[in-house]
């Protein structure tokens, strides 16, 4: 299976590049079907007895500008996570000329570089301990947009979902930005059920596929959580035969991570590199709510394992009908993860 299989035509002009309010207008394609709605129609998509599982990530202040010592040159860190007392894990540019030792300065913090640049990645090593440079970055750093969003936002919380609780993503999951108190109420009051995970969204969010064939693709792990009282949840949900339906491609690598081989889910917490492919068997999830993915990455390779070649139809209709793409953009509802 080649990564060309999941390629196809985004024109520029398709990428959303503002945010639609209220958040639950966006629109929604319905699948299969192909039918046309909005996100506040999920009242009416979705059954009593149901569970909506959502991940109540958020978005770190990653984004720091800093310079070499002691040549003044610029730099530009994206830290994604951290790893030990002192080091991150960090995208950086631009990365030419910068080795291993190279020293800078961030704002009110100082750091080096414990590892030359590997495809723009880098391990830093800052002066101060990884808590006080967390504490330190709601005032330091800039939420990193997504490279293709060239708008502006009036509230940088518009990047962050109604469930965010827990500081740790680089990116948004992006599907749980269509929600807001008066849909999540009207669900409820419709016997419609919520549940949390977390994952912290990283370094695959930013990247395509650079190998030529899917099977050589590599998935960077990501740090996950599933609490008991979601696990409870799930099993609750089956037992008076309700969907688990995902809230974006996060939630369902995080269910499916955590899930024995006959779909038992478990409290857990610990690191997934898990990579969904077609011909996957879905153990929990039944149901997706997604946006629009760009063409050739790890996401448009989960919705071709969803919902098998009905994704190019799906993605030219949504195109044709003027449907807006990626973080920003509107969303599909996918009824079954069980593709014909």
């Known amino acids: 299976m080649l990564t060309s299989d999941f390629v196809y035509d985004l024109p520029s002009e398709a990428i959303a590049q503002d945010a639609v309010e209220p958040r639950d207008s966006a629109r929604m394609l319905e699948v299969p079907g192909l039918r046309d709605r909005r996100v506040r129609d999920l009242t009416e998509v979705l059954a009593p007895g149901d569970l909506l599982v959502v991940n109540n990530t958020r978005v770190r202040s990653a984004r720091l500008y800093g310079r070499k010592v002691p040549t003044g040159g610029r730099v530009e860190l994206l830290l994604l996570r951290p790893v030990g007392?002192?080091?991150?894990?960090?995208?950086?540019?631009?990365?030419?000329?910068?080795?291993?030792?190279?020293?800078?300065?961030?704002?009110?913090?100082?750091?080096?570089?414990?590892?030359?640049?590997?495809?723009?990645?880098?391990?830093?090593?800052?002066?101060e301990p990884v808590a006080v440079v967390e504490d330190m970055l709601p005032s330091l750093g800039d939420l990193p947009m997504p490279p293709y969003f060239h708008g502006a936002l009036a509230d940088g919380d518009r990047y962050q979902t109604m469930f965010a609780k827990k500081v740790g993503s680089a990116a948004a999951p992006t599907a749980g930005l269509h929600f807001t108190p008066e849909l999540v109420s009207a669900l409820r009051a419709r016997d419609i059920h919520f549940a949390e995970v977390d994952l912290e969204v990283g370094l695959d969010t930013f990247r395509p596929i650079a190998a030529a064939k899917i099977a050589d693709h590599v998935m960077h792990s990501e740090r996950y959580h599933v609490p008991g009282d979601t696990a409870?949840?799930?099993?609750?949900?089956?037992?008076?035969?309700?969907?688990v339906v995902a809230v974006g491609t996060t939630v369902v690598r995080t269910l499916e991570?955590?899930?024995?081989?006959?779909?038992?889910?478990?409290?857990?917490?610990?690191?997934?590199?898990l990579f969904i492919t077609p011909g996957y068997r879905f153990r929990v999830v039944d149901a997706v709510l997604t946006n629009f993915h760009a063409p050739g990455t790890s996401l448009m390779v989960m919705v071709g394992a969803m919902i098998g070649d009905a994704w190019r139809e799906a993605y030219q209709t949504a195109l044709g009908r003027g449907y807006r793409f990626l973080s920003f953009g509107d969303a599909m509802f996918i009824g079954s993860v069980k593709p014909s």
Do not use: M, N, Y
Not at 107 to 114: D, E, P
Not at 232 to 243: F, H, M, N
């Open 257 to 273: 991570s955590a899930s024995d081989d006959d779909g038992v889910l478990a409290p857990d917490l610990g690191e997934t590199d």
């Open 85 to 127: 007392q002192r080091d991150w894990i960090a995208l950086c540019r631009p990365s030419r000329r910068l080795t291993a030792g190279t020293r800078l300065d961030v704002g009110r913090l100082t750091a080096h570089l414990v590892t030359a640049p590997d495809q723009g990645v880098v391990t830093v090593r800052f002066d």
């Open 232 to 243: 409870k949840a799930v099993a609750s949900a089956r037992g008076r035969g309700g969907r």
